[in-house]
């Protein structure tokens, strides 16, 4: 586990469980947020996401966190050795993506695109999440499905199953 994609919908604890297992492999930790955003939550454009993107998969190992464009998380799929589908029922993507942005009304995500508050962004985010559940987390499925025979796939259904995940991988 060297090369590794984390992808999932929002709130799902992906960025918590990256910083982990960061910490344990001694691998760099990429999030795709900090590529699309600017401050003020200006998009990046799609050329600046892929020469960040370029400059992460020419390392030798690396954590790439996030969805990204289309294109881009498919090219990351190709050249990982571990792809980490967190997945978990709907409600808990809410519970704790709410969570998550009452926190930041005390102090800001640490691990946020700078310059980017998240409160303002709470119903955008809300309807993402369910966008993606419904819409986008279909074709995700299939995608990722298509690599299980020559990477190492994990795909994480439940709070609890994540927890198992990070004692064993960390």
Request: proline share 8%; net charge positive; hydrophobic share 45%.
């Amino acid at each position: 586990m060297t090369r590794v994609a984390v992808v999932g919908n929002a709130g799902g604890g992906k960025s918590t469980m990256c910083c982990r297992l960061s910490a344990a492999r001694n691998l760099p930790l990429f999030a795709v947020d900090t590529w699309q955003w600017k401050p003020g939550w200006l998009p990046a454009s799609y050329a600046e996401i892929k020469q960040q993107q370029d400059a992460a998969l020419a390392q030798q190992g690396w954590i790439i966190d996030g969805w990204g464009p289309d294109e881009l998380m498919r090219e990351r799929f190709a050249v990982a050795d571990t792809i980490i589908l967190v997945d978990h029922p709907l409600y808990v993507h809410y519970w704790w993506a709410i969570k998550r942005q009452l926190a930041c009304v005390v102090a800001e995500r640490p691990d946020g695109p700078p310059g980017c508050p998240m409160l303002p962004m709470t119903w955008p985010l809300l309807k993402m999440i369910w966008r993606i559940h419904w819409q986008a987390r279909p074709q995700l499925l299939d995608l990722v499905n298509k690599y299980r025979t020559e990477k190492r796939v994990t795909h994480i259904r439940s709070p609890r199953a994540l927890r198992q995940f990070v004692a064993h991988a960390c």
